[in-house]
């Protein structure tokens, strides 16, 4: 069983400066995961699962305390190298998908590793979007599909660069039941298939249930912790590391 540590949060705080004084949204927030375990972040909404989830990606600095990514001490890092970090390690899902108007699905999944100058990132692409059933979409611009179409671009868009993890903040949030459940299977498959740590943000109980870990945020604290899995997946499928998709992106480390 791994036990290497992915992500480890340690005494972490955001205080926002804002025109009515300091606002502390999160206070002394402690957890470790390791690798290929799947979480769950929920608590009210104000409760700083967003807050939190910008810190542990890179995406935000804490005012106090660590944030340790495979490795890395993300408050040691300049900007460009929190970027570099962000695009080799990391995949994000928004809530509100974030594509780029003006590219199609199969340009707007290729894009993180275009930047890497991988040639084989169409290739990708294509692959992933008939992973995400959208075979038949790849030259739909964002306007042309569908809210969960736009979600499952987001997705194959997340996993391209083979992440060692991937945040999703309520990626379910804006569709609806059927489709928040198709798009939570694909999220959990390609974990699975691939080995991802996964952190998810959500409201709904019962897709909290799926991860093997639930941590509840209250008032910008963790007043519960279900704690570290005594098993999770080492990812088996064609995505997994050694798996059998076609020619394994080298992301420039
Ligand atoms: N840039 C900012 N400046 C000041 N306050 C902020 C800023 N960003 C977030 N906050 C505040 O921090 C608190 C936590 O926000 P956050 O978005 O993390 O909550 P959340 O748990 O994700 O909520 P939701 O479930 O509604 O998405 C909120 O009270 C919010 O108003
Ligand atoms: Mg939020």
Known sequence: MQTTPILDVQHVSKTYHTGAGPLTVLKDISFCLTVGTTCAVVGPSGSGKTTLLGLCAGLDRPSSGTVILHGHTLNLLSEDALATLRNTDVGFVFQTFQLIPTLTALENVMVPVELRGDRRARAYAVDL???????????????????????????????????????????????????????????????????????????????????????????????????????????????????????????AR
């Open 129 to 251: 979007l008939q992973q995400v059933g959208l075979g038949d979409r790849l030259q739909h611009y964002p306007v042309q599909l569908s809210g969960g179409e736009q979600q499952r671009v987001a997705l194959a868009r997340a996993f391209i660069g083979q992440p060692r993890i991937l945040f999703a903040d309520e990626p379910t949030g804006n569709l609806d039941a059927e489709t928040g459940e198709m798009v939570i299977k694909l999220l959990f498959t390609l974990h699975q298939e691939a080995g991802t740590s996964l952190i998810l943000v959500t409201h709904d109980f019962e897709f909290a249930q799926q991860a093997q870990r639930i941590i509840r945020l209250r008032g910008g604290m963790i007043v519960e912790d279900s704690g570290p899995p005594q098993r999770h997946s080492q990812g088996t499928g064609p995505w997994a590391p050694g798996g059998t998709a076609s020619e394994p992106l080298q992301p």
